[in-house]
Protein backbone atom coordinates (compact mmCIF):
# COMPACT_ATOMS: atom_id res chain seq x y z
CA UNK A 1 0.00 0.00 0.00
CA UNK A 2 1.21 3.29 -1.09
CA UNK A 3 3.10 5.77 1.77
CA UNK A 4 1.78 9.85 1.67
CA UNK A 5 5.86 9.57 3.27
CA UNK A 6 7.39 8.10 -0.08
CA UNK A 7 8.79 10.51 -2.43
CA UNK A 8 7.44 8.98 -5.76
CA UNK A 9 3.73 8.39 -4.03
CA UNK A 10 3.66 12.13 -2.98
CA UNK A 11 5.39 13.82 -6.23
CA UNK A 12 2.72 12.01 -8.36
CA UNK A 13 -0.03 13.21 -5.94
CA UNK A 14 1.68 16.60 -6.71
CA UNK A 15 1.55 16.28 -10.09
CA UNK A 16 -2.25 15.33 -10.15
CA UNK A 17 -3.04 17.67 -8.18
CA UNK A 18 -1.55 20.52 -10.32
CA UNK A 19 -3.34 19.13 -13.11
CA UNK A 20 -6.78 19.84 -11.87
CA UNK A 21 -8.52 22.88 -14.09
CA UNK A 22 -11.37 24.67 -11.99
CA UNK A 23 -13.60 22.99 -14.90
CA UNK A 24 -12.52 19.50 -14.41
CA UNK A 25 -15.90 16.91 -14.99
CA UNK A 26 -16.75 14.28 -12.05
CA UNK A 27 -16.73 11.17 -12.73
CA UNK A 28 -19.39 10.13 -9.82
CA UNK A 29 -20.37 12.01 -6.47
CA UNK A 30 -22.06 15.35 -5.73
CA UNK A 31 -18.60 17.52 -5.48
CA UNK A 32 -17.58 20.03 -7.98
CA UNK A 33 -13.49 20.13 -7.85
CA UNK A 34 -13.03 23.47 -5.43
CA UNK A 35 -15.46 21.30 -3.26
CA UNK A 36 -13.30 18.47 -4.03
CA UNK A 37 -9.91 20.35 -2.79
CA UNK A 38 -11.52 22.07 0.54
CA UNK A 39 -12.70 18.60 1.38
CA UNK A 40 -9.47 16.38 1.34
CA UNK A 41 -7.87 19.78 2.54
CA UNK A 42 -10.12 19.86 5.50
CA UNK A 43 -8.90 15.96 6.01
CA UNK A 44 -5.21 16.67 5.81
CA UNK A 45 -5.54 19.75 8.13
CA UNK A 46 -7.16 16.94 11.01
CA UNK A 47 -4.51 14.50 10.14
CA UNK A 48 -1.97 17.19 10.96
CA UNK A 49 -3.80 18.51 14.19
CA UNK A 50 -4.43 21.87 12.20
CA UNK A 51 -8.16 21.16 12.89
CA UNK A 52 -9.64 19.78 15.84
CA UNK A 53 -12.93 17.61 15.13
CA UNK A 54 -15.14 15.87 17.58
CA UNK A 55 -14.37 11.54 17.48
CA UNK A 56 -17.39 9.95 16.25
CA UNK A 57 -18.57 6.25 17.19
CA UNK A 58 -19.26 4.36 14.54
CA UNK A 59 -21.23 0.68 14.39
CA UNK A 60 -17.54 -0.92 13.09
CA UNK A 61 -15.29 -0.98 16.40
CA UNK A 62 -11.96 1.20 15.20
CA UNK A 63 -9.56 -1.50 14.99
CA UNK A 64 -11.66 -3.26 11.96
CA UNK A 65 -12.65 0.01 10.09
CA UNK A 66 -8.71 0.82 10.42
CA UNK A 67 -8.18 -1.93 8.40
CA UNK A 68 -10.88 -2.22 6.07
CA UNK A 69 -10.46 1.61 5.45
CA UNK A 70 -6.83 1.09 4.11
CA UNK A 71 -6.62 -2.51 2.71
CA UNK A 72 -10.39 -2.71 0.51
CA UNK A 73 -11.33 -0.59 -2.65
CA UNK A 74 -13.64 2.56 -1.60
CA UNK A 75 -16.90 2.88 -3.27
CA UNK A 76 -17.96 5.56 -4.65
CA UNK A 77 -20.18 7.62 -2.52
CA UNK A 78 -18.58 6.11 0.85
CA UNK A 79 -19.31 7.97 3.95
CA UNK A 80 -18.06 11.11 4.54
CA UNK A 81 -17.41 12.58 8.16
CA UNK A 82 -19.51 15.69 8.29
CA UNK A 83 -17.05 17.89 9.54
CA UNK A 84 -15.34 17.33 5.88
CA UNK A 85 -18.57 17.66 3.96
CA UNK A 86 -18.34 20.41 1.71
CA UNK A 87 -21.12 23.00 1.58
CA UNK A 88 -20.60 25.84 0.05
CA UNK A 89 -18.40 26.60 -3.14
CA UNK A 90 -14.60 27.64 -2.61
CA UNK A 91 -12.00 29.47 -4.34
CA UNK A 92 -10.09 27.13 -6.67
CA UNK A 93 -7.01 28.78 -7.19
CA UNK A 94 -7.20 28.98 -2.83
CA UNK A 95 -7.72 25.69 -2.39
CA UNK A 96 -5.34 24.06 -5.03
CA UNK A 97 -2.33 26.24 -3.43
CA UNK A 98 -3.49 25.14 0.10
CA UNK A 99 -3.76 21.91 -0.95
CA UNK A 100 -0.08 21.43 -2.10
CA UNK A 101 1.21 23.35 0.86
CA UNK A 102 -0.64 20.78 2.73
CA UNK A 103 1.32 17.87 0.87
CA UNK A 104 4.32 19.28 1.71
CA UNK A 105 3.67 20.15 5.33
CA UNK A 106 1.84 16.61 5.87
CA UNK A 107 5.06 14.90 3.98
CA UNK A 108 7.70 16.70 6.22
CA UNK A 109 6.23 15.29 9.21
CA UNK A 110 7.96 12.30 10.49
CA UNK A 111 6.14 9.78 10.28
CA UNK A 112 7.33 7.77 13.13
CA UNK A 113 6.13 10.49 15.73
CA UNK A 114 3.27 11.01 17.21
CA UNK A 115 0.14 11.91 15.46
CA UNK A 116 -3.19 13.59 16.35
CA UNK A 117 -6.22 11.34 17.06
CA UNK A 118 -8.68 10.99 14.13
CA UNK A 119 -12.07 11.51 14.70
CA UNK A 120 -13.41 8.44 12.45
CA UNK A 121 -10.45 5.82 13.60
CA UNK A 122 -9.53 7.44 17.17
CA UNK A 123 -5.50 7.20 17.85
CA UNK A 124 -3.50 6.20 15.02
CA UNK A 125 0.01 6.29 14.05
CA UNK A 126 1.92 7.78 11.50
CA UNK A 127 2.20 4.55 8.52
CA UNK A 128 -1.95 4.29 9.24
CA UNK A 129 -2.35 8.00 8.33
CA UNK A 130 0.16 8.36 5.21
CA UNK A 131 -1.54 5.49 3.51
CA UNK A 132 -4.79 7.02 4.53
CA UNK A 133 -4.00 10.09 3.08
CA UNK A 134 -2.34 9.21 0.10
CA UNK A 135 -5.67 6.59 -0.33
CA UNK A 136 -7.90 9.28 0.15
CA UNK A 137 -6.31 11.73 -1.97
CA UNK A 138 -6.17 8.98 -4.92
CA UNK A 139 -9.62 8.32 -4.42
CA UNK A 140 -11.20 12.32 -5.28
CA UNK A 141 -7.92 12.80 -7.44
CA UNK A 142 -9.62 9.62 -9.51
CA UNK A 143 -13.30 11.33 -8.81
CA UNK A 144 -11.90 14.36 -11.37
CA UNK A 145 -9.88 12.18 -13.84
CA UNK A 146 -6.57 13.04 -12.39
Not at 46 to 75: D, M, Q, R, T, Y
Request: hydrophobic content about 40%; glycine content about 6%; aromatic content about 10%.
Amino acid sequence: MPLFHDTAVRDALRTRVQSLTPDAPRQWGTMAVDQMLWHVNESLCSALGEKNHELIKGAIPAPLLKFIVVNFPWPKGAPTYPGFVAGDRYDFAAELTRCLRLIDTFASRSIEGPWPDSPVFGPVNGRFVSRLQAKHLDHHLKQFGA
